[in-house]
């Protein structure tokens, strides 16, 4: 157990709507990282918040977005689905940045949009 | 385009034979990491390296890190099929990004 939660494990949606998975990072971590992972694509970097704020970007679509608020916890927001979204959503956190330490990965949201 | 690329993406062996597994980039990371990820999980970590030519063994998996810090290999000694799993390498960009190659998924048979 790496101590990050994420949630639902599963979801399935229909193309058009609009999800909202979330994540509890690691008692004591700042940083929460998204990555998305494809099986054509690898575990892709979408963002990062570090106490609150956002502190780097990825390959985040304009139609997701993700917020960390005060108590720490981190929401990824998915709307107008395509079917291409369907994937494993994977959650990380660690105490600071990552220079020195490590990040701990939650056991992912699988998206599925039919 | 990838921006760590991994080597082989796919390894079937049997077990006890010995394995050499590549991550290699154009880029400069300030560190490099290894992940193993089982189905339905998130990645482990199991090592981090920091300094070029860096040599870090655990227990019969050897990591180690290019002197230019732009590629890593990890090589295990008489694979178990306990060994079985996608591997990752990740590079650190800054002190943010992790930026993760495609995987290596290894399979070791009886």
């Known amino acids: 157990d790496s101590g990050v939660t994420q949630t639902p494990k599963h979801l399935i949606t229909a193309t058009g709507q609009r999800v909202t998975l979330r994540c509890s990072p690691r008692s004591g971590d700042l940083s929460v990282y998204w990555y998305q992972q494809s099986l054509d694509q690898g575990l892709q970097f979408l963002i990062q918040?570090?106490?609150?704020?956002?502190?780097a970007k990825g390959n985040i679509l304009e139609r997701f977005s993700a917020q960390q608020f005060p108590d720490l916890h981190s929401e990824l927001n998915l709307s107008s689905l395509e079917l291409g979204d369907s994937a494993l959503y994977f959650c990380?956190?660690?105490?600071?940045?990552?220079?020195?330490?490590?990040?701990?990965f939650g056991q992912g949201t699988r998206l599925t949009v039919v | 385009t990838q921006l760590l690329e991994q080597s082989p993406q796919f390894l079937s062996i049997q077990e006890g034979e010995n394995l050499t597994v590549y991550c290699n980039s154009s880029s400069v990371f300030s560190s490099l990491q290894w992940y193993r990820q089982e189905p339905g999980e998130g990645p482990v970590l199991l090592v981090t390296v920091v300094t070029g030519g860096e040599v870090k063994k655990l227990k019969r998996l050897t990591f180690q890190f290019g002197d230019a810090r732009k590629d890593s290999s990890l090589h295990i000694t008489a694979a178990q099929p306990g060994d079985t799993g996608l591997y990752l390498c990740?590079?650190?960009?800054?002190?943010?990004?992790?930026?993760f190659g495609q995987g290596t998924r290894l399979t070791i048979n009886p």
């Open positions: 990740a590079g650190v960009q800054g002190a943010q990004k992790l930026v």
């Open positions: 990380a956190s660690s105490f600071r940045g990552l220079r020195g330490t490590e990040a701990f």
């Open positions: 918040y570090y106490n609150g704020e956002e502190r």
